[in-house]
């Protein structure tokens, strides 16, 4: 009701000639208190073109020209926003009638499900519509494994996209190991021109997020969309969410730059828009839950990255609540339960301000490096000839 009512005076700001954001600004109208999640006005950079931006990203992104524009987003400073957005998020693993399914009321009057067919075993969520359709929130499923969520038909291909977008190399961790892509070339190297062939692999989630996000686009061209996820999930959303500048809220994720730059994302001015959440006991955000004797490796999962885009808001559970580090510290219900469901004053350091809901949003530390103890070559002769390069590896 709160949010219909909020949208609905907007509208009428709308009709009486003020644009949305001029309305979201105009003092006479309780907007930011009346809904249950807050609304900011979001600056973000778009690409001149879609065909700039493909010709971008494989020629020269030098030259690509960015369009700034303001929209309308979630206001992450707000408690009951992240609370929110972490209820649809843990929504995305099950189906609307499962028990553990959040009851979000008569706030979102329409829940679409993707990838729930039953044949289906990948990129899954949902989408989450507004009663107007002037908000959707397109909500991506993470990881599904047995020791945190219950595993399921998913399970097979989560781990595949894990060990691609987030290992340095193929999930070579070691000679027991798999790996998931043929770019090892021993002695430390890895081959570079393999690494962004594969992780542009069409059947991988990305590709199938992309086409999911213009499909979303299309049935609704007038609203505000907004990605959200968890773990594997928030990662997506970051990278679907840097493509075509839209506002992002990801939920322990792991770390997403070094994915960004193999499947040669431009660079936007900034990359704000994009908000992580984490806590300090979770290891796999943290970018500390690797090496061959760390629980994601003995799981089967390389998770080797430590970089992010755009803003982190990190809770510091080891800190103030005494938490240890611990991978059972990733799952979404924990981050609900314990940390956004309970008051937490954050101090900005200035004794004369007011404690803050939520942590102040830091930017990535300038110089974080991912992978620095390998070495990323130009293909060799002999990979060269197997046709990987021109059709890609076949994954899975």
């Not at 992450?76 to 649809?88: F, G, N, P």
């Not at 979000?104 to 289906?120: C, D, H, K």
């Not at 493509?243 to 040669?264: C, D, I, K, Q, W």
Request: charged share 20%; proline share 7%; net charge negative.
């Amino acid at each position: 009701m709160y949010f219909e009512s909020s949208v609905r005076t907007i509208a009428q700001q709308q009709w009486r000639g003020l644009s949305k954001l001029e309305a979201l600004r105009d003092p006479r109208y309780s907007v930011f208190e009346s809904t249950p999640i807050p609304l900011d006005v979001i600056r973000i950079y778009r690409p001149s073109s879609v065909p700039a931006f493909h010709h971008a990203r494989f020629h020269d992104p030098a030259v690509l020209e960015w369009d700034e524009e303001t929209v309308v987003g979630p206001d992450v400073s707000k408690r009951a926003t992240l609370l929110e957005l972490a209820k649809m998020t843990s929504n995305s693993y099950y189906e609307p009638n499962d028990k553990e399914w959040y009851d979000l009321g008569s706030r979102w009057n329409s829940t679409s499900p993707f990838g729930w067919e039953p044949s289906a075993a990948g990129f899954r969520g949902h989408v989450f519509v507004s009663s107007d359709n002037s908000t959707v929130v397109v909500s991506v499923k993470g990881t599904s494994v047995g020791f945190l969520i219950g595993g399921g038909p998913t399970a097979a291909q989560d781990k595949l996209n894990d060990n691609i977008l987030f290992s340095c190399c193929c999930a070579h961790v070691g000679p027991t190991w798999k790996p998931v892509c043929p770019c090892y070339e021993g002695n430390g190297k890895c081959g570079k021109e393999c690494l962004e062939t594969s992780i542009a692999d069409e059947t991988l989630f990305y590709s199938v997020g992309l086409n999911l996000y213009n499909n979303v686009t299309y049935m609704y061209p007038n609203a505000n969309i907004w990605l959200i996820g968890h773990s594997l999930g928030g990662s997506l959303a970051s990278l679907i969410g840097a493509t075509f500048g839209t506002p992002v809220v990801a939920f322990e994720a792991p770390a997403e730059r070094m994915a960004a730059r193999r499947l040669h994302l431009p660079s936007p001015p900034s990359t704000l828009h994009i908000t992580h959440v984490y806590n300090t006991a979770d290891p796999i955000p943290m970018g500390v839950c690797n090496g061959v004797a760390s629980t994601c490796a003995l799981a089967g999962y390389a998770m080797e990255s430590r970089c992010h885009l755009g803003q982190r808001i990190i809770y510091d559970t080891v800190g103030k609540l005494g938490w240890s580090q611990d991978v059972r510290s990733h799952a979404i219900r924990i981050i609900i339960d314990k940390v956004l469901s309970r008051e937490w004053k954050d101090s900005t350091g200035d004794k004369d301000s007011p404690k803050r809901e939520v942590p102040v949003p830091v930017p990535e530390d300038d110089d974080c490096v991912d992978c620095f103890s390998w070495e990323f070559v130009e293909q060799t002769d002999e990979l060269r000839g197997t046709g990987l390069l021109s059709g890609g590896p076949r994954l899975g």
